[in-house]
Each structure stands twice: as C-alpha cells, then as structure tokens.
C-alpha cells in the first residue's frame, strides 16, 4: 500500500470509530426509531433475548461485529429512515442479509445499529422477459431453487447459504460464470440507500456511475433492498453431471499438471471445478478431492474428465442432478460445512493467474510437514473454485467495478478454528499459506476476491488499482460520510 492510501485507511477508521461513539444511548434510538418507521418494522436492543430468536445472526463469530440496536425495517423507506437517522445521530449502521460475511474487518463495528434486511426476501421470476428481481436478503439456495423451478439459470455461488446480494454486490461467481459471466454482469438495475440517505433506482440510464459501482464493490455505497437481473434459458434442461473424485496427495502434482491442461481459454464454458487440499488422518495424510460440474450430457463429461479417471482416484463418483442441487453433492457435501453457525472462521484468500505446479507441490509438503507437527492445523482446508475465463470475457472491463476478468482461480484458505483459544495459530498457519501461494500466483502483488478476503488486504488488492482511484472518488460522491465503510472498505479520498 502505498503512503497516500495509507493515510487515507488511517483516518478512515479513526472516523469510523468516532461515529460509532454517539450521544445516543441504545433506549433512545429505540425510542426514535420506533416513532418513525412503519407499521411491521421492528426495533429492538440487541441485548433482548428476542434479538438471537427473531433477527439474523452471523454465521462466523470470530472478529464479529457487536450491535447496540437491531432493526428490521419492512419497506424500504423504512431503510431510508434508518440512514437518515444514523446521519443525524452520528451512529453507525451495518446492514445484514444472510449473515455469511466472515471478514475480519466486520469486528471493527461496535456497538451501532443491525440493519436487518430479512423482509426483503422475495424473489420474482418473468420467464417471457427472462428477467429475475430480488430482494436484499435471499440467499443463493433461494435463487437456485426458483431458478430451477423457472427453468433458467443465472451464477449462483456453491456456498448456498450465502445472501445472494451481498454475493452479486462483490461480483458473483459460480458454476455458469463461464456462459454467463458473473452475477453483477448479468444485473439490470437496482434499488438503494445511499449514504447521503437517498432512495434510487439505478442502471445503466439511471445514475449510471453507481451501477457501475455497485457490480463488484456495491456494499461500499449503501443499502441495496432490491436487484433485477437478466436470466437465461437453463442448459441441457436444468441438469448438472457433478463428478466427484479423491486423491492421495503423493498424486497432487499430476492432478495439478492435469487442472493446468483445463486453465484460462482451455477451460470448456460449460466446465465448472471445485478442488479441496487437506489433511485426512483415515485416508493416511494429505489428499485431493476435487468435483467437476459440467452442464451437458454424463458422455462428454466422462470423456473430457478421462485424465482423472485414468489415474484411479478413491471413491468417484458421477452424479446426473438438478443445478439447483449441486452445492449438496459437489466435493462430497463439503461446500454445505461453510453454512454451519457460530463458527470461529479464520478466512484468508489470494487469487491465482497460473496453476504454477512446482510451487503448489512445495505448498501441500508444507502443508503435510506443519500440520504433521501440529494436528490442529488440519482444520485448515485449501478450496480453489475455477471457471471458464470465456465468461468473464464477454463484458468489458470498463462495464463493472468487478476487476478479475483474466484466467483465475479463487483460492480460499478456509479454516475452522475448534476454539478461540486456537485462532491466532490458525491464522498465523494459515497467513503461511497465504503467502506461499502468492509466491506461485502470476502476480508480483497478492490480488485477492472481495467477498473471500480476510480483511488485511490493500484496497489495491481487492479492487485494483486501476479502478482504485475511481470507485474511492465515487464514494465521495454517494458515500461522503462513510457510513458504509465495515466491509473490506474502499478508502475515500475525503471525509
């Protein structure tokens, strides 16, 4: 980072702290609140019993976010008044709709106000316009499902606990992305609160600037309760050939040397891959798992896959499901783990521009050599996601704030800590890992998804510096107080 953007993070978070220091104590927002939303919004304290029971928590606890006050507005001007208000009261407000972000820069909010989104939960699907809108808090399981039930298809993430909102506003990958581009790609327009505590429609007529800001980097700009996307005719019928196989890991450089002969333009668009590093003490030591999602025919599956096949990998399995079951199934399930509650996750993320195989063999001996002498260690699991770059490349860079349209894999360390007492060795295991997989990324500087980040990142890292200056100069605009600044933030170029 360099010393300007710096300065700009340094005062950005002394500001954020100072608002969420008000002279308004929990009760009096409770009060104020509650005289100026509608009937079927409801405001309560955070420290009520009815807060865990009625409003939406967070899938990780490490690093939270902590909430004075909850509130659930029921229309959108209910959100519209909770903005103005915080503007007023100098408070600050994090918005939740699935609850699934993990990133640890969410534990810098303290003690605001939960703006819960959870009656924004419909979904409306116009099969002769192919068109889909939403609303702020369904998850990814929702769309998929009414997506296959519509016979269309849009990308949705494989971690269907997700809010599919959160997920579009970050970019928006998933099994399709190499027919369809991401999910932002495919937005039509938008509704949102902004900072400046503004009600707007938006698209590419209607503030066009905006919507290109929030496709990639919308949670930077307010509060979005509704999305329009275009969809698309489902392919081969809604069904997905989900082939699923596991490695010893003495074989993970010929499995590395075969994900490569798949990498960037040699990738099939109809071809989708989840691969899973880690150690597995019954099946003796590290192994591979890796589940292929193809939308097409269990033949040509089967005959593009028959490298893998041919190197007789434990258990495999071929599977002919709905798209909208994949989660359930790819890798073995293991993809449904990430939607487990009250989890002390410890995320760390890089993107990959090569399957640069000598330095991922030297990761996994790293892998095996730390996590031989330490066993806990074996919490921490490697996923890489990796689409067709044919799909990203249908949209212009210039379309979307999203800035990874080259040839990528989406590296996540994930690891689940058992306790908090183990968070600090997991993180630093896992920070280790991190940066050795840089080392091999194609990349001089770690660059990394917004939505899979740990929180310690440069903003470069997460939104380039190419489109840096210009998002940073569009907060300004919709954004001038920073008020939604909690979530792997851009830095304003003015406070």
Not at 31 to 51: E, F, P, R
Request: hydrophobic residues 40%; glycine residues 10%.
């Amino acid at each position: 980072m360099t010393p300007l953007w710096s300065l700009f993070v340094v005062v950005v978070a002394y500001l954020q702290l100072a608002r969420a220091i008000s002279s308004k104590s929990g009760p009096q927002i409770v009060q104020d609140l509650s005289a100026q939303l509608s009937n079927g919004s409801d405001v309560i304290l955070a420290s009520d019993a009815s807060y865990a029971k009625d409003f939406t928590q967070r899938f990780s606890v490490s690093k939270p976010p902590s909430f004075a006050v909850a509130v659930k507005p029921a229309h959108a001007a209910d959100v519209r008044q909770v903005v103005q208000y915080a503007l007023r009261a100098n408070v600050s407000i994090l918005a939740t709709g699935g609850g699934h972000g993990y990133t640890w820069s969410l534990g810098r909010h303290q003690a605001g106000i939960d703006v819960d989104l959870s009656n924004f939960s419909t979904i409306k699907i116009d099969s002769a316009a192919n068109t889909m809108t939403v609303g702020g808090s369904v998850r990814s399981q929702q769309v998929a499902k009414a997506l296959q039930a519509a016979g269309k298809e849009l990308p949705v993430g494989l971690c269907m606990c997700v809010g599919y909102t959160g997920f579009t506003l970050g970019g928006g990958i998933g099994p399709y992305s190499g027919l369809y581009g991401t999910a932002a790609d495919n937005l039509i327009s938008a509704e949102i609160i902004t900072g400046r505590g503004e009600l707007l429609t938006v698209s590419a007529k209607s503030h066009p600037d905006l919507f290109y800001g929030l496709k990639g980097a919308g949670f930077n700009y307010g509060i979005v309760t509704s999305l329009k996307f275009r969809v698309h005719p489902a392919t081969n019928n809604g069904q997905t050939i989900v082939t699923n196989m596991i490695f010893p890991g003495y074989l993970n450089g010929t499995v590395f040397e075969l994900i490569n002969t798949f990498f960037g333009p040699n990738q099939p668009r109809e071809l989708g891959i989840a691969l899973s590093i880690g150690y597995n003490e019954a099946m003796g030591g590290m192994v591979v798992i890796i589940g292929f999602v193809y939308a097409g025919s269990e033949e040509a599956s089967t005959r593009l896959l028959r490298p893998f096949f041919d190197l007789e990998p434990i258990n495999p399995q071929v599977l002919d499901v709905p798209t909208d079951e994949v989660p359930r199934v790819i890798v073995y399930g293991a993809t449904l783990s990430g939607c487990n509650k009250n989890t002390q996750f410890v995320p760390y993320t890089a993107n990959l521009y090569k399957v640069d195989v000598p330095n991922l063999i030297k990761v996994v001996a790293f892998m095996k050599a730390e996590v031989t002498a330490n066993p806990e260690l074996g919490h921490v699991i490697v996923t890489w996601t990796q689409y067709a770059s044919v799909g990203f490349r249908k949209f212009a860079d210039g379309s979307a704030a999203w800035p990874y349209r080259d040839p990528t894999v989406f590296l996540q360390i994930n690891s689940y800590a058992p306790s908090a007492e183990l968070v600090p060795v997991i993180s630093d295991y896992a920070g280790k890992l991190r940066e050795r997989f840089q080392k091999g990324s194609g990349r001089r500087q770690l660059e990394a998804y917004v939505h899979f980040a740990h929180g310690d990142e440069t903003p470069e890292a997460m939104y380039s510096t190419r489109k840096l200056l210009s998002l940073s100069a569009l907060k300004l605009v919709y954004d001038p107080r920073g008020l939604f600044s909690w979530y792997n933030a851009l830095p304003s170029l003015r406070y």
